[in-house]
């Protein structure tokens, strides 16, 4: 685990509401494929997975998910598909994991505990972000950014 200040940030975005999982892949591979056709996918590339409701709380079909894109703050979306946002910044525990779905599972059953040893507060008026840069992707990494105070 790292802390992190994440600078607030402008991001291209598709809203996902339903089951996490496969839609959310499916969100994803649709940004993707319009960042590629807008040429904004590079070796400097990061996207995010952003899930603003816990399933274990939250109907399945009424989970909200985010898929972003970090571009450049003069950037233009002129996609009706592609929404602007920005994402807060503020201070996170990071944690790089191999990029698996067992890695990942795996994390989200260890990192509130690892939270609370390391005596840090989760800041819950902030989302848990999934982070990827394209470096870390090649190398079969990714982070999971959880806001603390």
């Not at 975005?13 to 089951?19: E, L, N, W």
């Not at 399933?55 to 450049?72: G, H, N, Q």
């Not at 920005?86 to 990071?94: E, L, S």
């Not at 394209?134 to 982070?143: D, G, Q, T």
Request: charged share 25%; glycine share 6%; proline share 3%.
């Amino acid at each position: 685990m790292n802390i992190e200040n994440i600078p607030c940030t402008k991001v291209a975005y598709i809203k996902q509401v339903g089951p996490y999982g496969d839609n959310n892949r499916q969100s994803m591979d649709r940004l993707k494929a319009w960042g590629k056709g807008m040429n904004l996918l590079n070796e400097d590339s990061v996207l995010l997975g952003i899930a603003y409701d816990n399933p274990a709380f939250v109907e399945s079909d009424k989970c909200r998910y985010d898929t972003c894109l970090i571009i450049a703050e003069d950037y233009v979306i002129n996609d009706t598909c592609i929404q602007e946002g920005r994402i807060q910044g503020g201070k996170y525990a990071v944690f790089q994991i191999e990029h698996t779905a067992e890695a990942v599972e795996e994390a989200w059953n260890t990192i509130f505990s690892t939270i609370n040893y390391e005596n840090c507060q989760l800041d819950e008026g902030r989302p848990i972000m999934e982070r990827y840069h394209s470096k870390l992707l090649i190398a079969h990494y990714c982070e999971i950014c959880v806001p603390i105070h």
